[in-house]
């Protein structure tokens, strides 16, 4: 997108990229939050991935665009969630795929949490381990 539409490789905070410049950064006028990727960039490159026959990598960056307006300690606590052996109720699971849904409106990354419980039930690992 950088290279073919730059004027589509636009921060979450609006940013183009001609504004992210080293004399930006050094004088304060560019921070950590005007060089976050937006949704809207990973959707762009998901229909680009997509186009090219990489529908994997396209389902990755729509997953990745779900998670744009997800605070981060949220996806960290989800992560550790999903981890086999964290979890002994798949209910938590399944209540963590709704708010995910409903807060942020991120329903790949639900459908994957839903997933994973469909799985994890089928393989009994909802048995507290760690």
């Known amino acids: 997108i950088s290279e073919k539409a730059p004027d589509k490789a636009v921060s ?10 080293l004399d930006a ?19 762009l490159q998901a229909s680009i991935a997509r186009d090219a026959g990489r529908d994997r990598l396209a389902l990755n960056l729509e997953r990745a665009a779900d998670l744009v307006a997800v605070p981060q300690d949220v996806i960290l606590d989800t992560y550790e969630m999903l981890r086999p052996g964290r979890m002994s109720d798949a209910r938590l699971l399944k209540a963590r795929a709704e ?3 409903n807060e942020y409106g ?4 639900a459908a994957l949490i839903d997933e994973a419980v469909s ?4 393989r009994n690992l909802f048995r507290r381990r760690y």
């Open 12 to 21: 979450a905070s609006g940013k183009t990229l001609s504004d992210l410049t």
């Open 25 to 43: 950064v050094v004088s304060q006028r560019i921070g950590a939050a005007d060089i976050r990727i937006s949704a809207d960039v990973l959707k």
């Open 99 to 101: 708010m995910l849904r």
């Open 106 to 109: 991120a329903n790949a990354i």
């Open 119 to 122: 799985v994890y039930e089928r």
